[in-house]
């Protein structure tokens, strides 16, 4: 059936990893939360796309895969960019249908798609020549010198506990799926997209080839809101309001930044690594390739106000 788009802004929300649980189990219960903030934003007018992170899940894929391979003799190992799509399927199959349960319960006459997605990235992207992000189960040196003798994948020791695969963080050039995104926006749904920032895949004459990697979320999630023209990236994390000086006597909580002053701050070390500092750089990246638009850095349970100017940070041009 023909939906009616929303009256208010386009909004691209990307979901940090409080908004999920650790397994299927404490998810299922968790997205019902996450569901109801949403639409809200959705009965205010907000089209929206979601996003989120998939760190945990495709993690328990991999290394159920691995370790099933290890020990009946019968599974196959799964290739690490299968593992993320299988992950991409379960988490918006979840979201999804707590966001069209919550639809219903309020009368909202919309749908909900959830598109499995990739995102290409580059072979020369230095990324590559340093893999740093570790996935899959541990293993003794002389399982993963093996291995990577087999396979041609990285391992390196993983802080005294044992050797780990590990893949490169590359950026995002290109959401493959992006127009069909934009057309179901169009059309009035809420999209679920750009899971765990996009299966990495190579671009090659013949085609898309599948690559072990691991895209941070907020910078696909970035890509994506600059190429729709999306009015607000909106992401989500654990605090209301970015801070500077944080956990220390003279600590400043921050209504809105620059990207002049965003920059100013990473370059004092304000922002952790692997924490803050890649959501403010995604939004930085966003302002920067869509200057009409604002980036909003809030929790999960003021995203709505967040919206109105009433909390959060925000980030522009």
């Known amino acids: 059936m023909p939906y009616q788009k929303g009256d208010g802004p386009s909004v691209v929300i990307a979901l940090g990893g409080n908004a999920l649980g650790n397994t299927p189990q404490e998810q299922l219960e968790l997205v019902k939360n996450t569901a109801k903030h949403i639409v809200d934003m959705v009965g205010d007018g907000v089209n929206v796309v979601v996003s989120h992170g998939n760190g945990p899940q ?4 991999n290394n159920a ?4 391979a290890a020990n009946d003799g019968k599974t196959p190992e799964m290739p690490f960019p299968e593992a993320g799509a299988m992950s991409q399927g379960y988490i918006g199959y979840q979201l999804s249908q707590a966001i069209l349960n919550d639809l219903k319960a309020r009368g909202i006459m919309r749908s909900t798609a959830n598109v499995i997605t990739q995102t290409v990235v580059s072979p020369d992207d230095p990324a590559f020549q340093n893999p740093t992000k570790p996935v899959g189960a541990f293993m003794t040196e002389e399982e993963a010198k093996a291995k990577a003798a087999e396979t041609g994948w990285t391992f390196k020791e993983d802080a005294g ?6 893949v490169a963080s590359p950026k995002p050039q290109r959401i493959v799926e992006f127009d069909a995104v934009k057309d179901l926006m169009d059309a009035g749904y809420i999209v679920v997209s750009t899971g765990g920032g996009g299966v990495p895949v190579f671009e090659t004459e013949d085609g898309y080839e599948g690559v072990p990697a691991v895209i941070d979320k907020d910078r696909s999630s970035a890509k994506l809101a600059a190429d729709f023209g999306a009015d607000m990236l909106v992401i989500l994390t654990a605090v209301e309001k970015v801070c500077i000086n944080f956990n220390k006597p003279d600590q400043q909580e921050l209504s809105s930044m620059t990207v002049a002053e965003a ?4 370059e004092e070390g304000q922002f952790a690594p692997g924490s803050m500092l890649p959501k403010v750089e995604a939004c930085i990246e966003y302002v920067e390739a869509y200057p009409q638009g604002k980036a909003l850095i809030t929790s999960l349970e003021c995203a709505a106000a967040g919206l109105e100017g009433k909390t959060g940070t925000v980030i522009t041009a």
Do not use: D, H
Not at 161 to 166: A, E
């Open 58 to 61: 495709v993690g328990m894929i």
């Open 65 to 68: 895969f691995a370790y099933a």
């Open 161 to 166: 506990r044992g050797w780990r695969q590990v």
């Open 263 to 266: 920059r100013k701050y990473i």
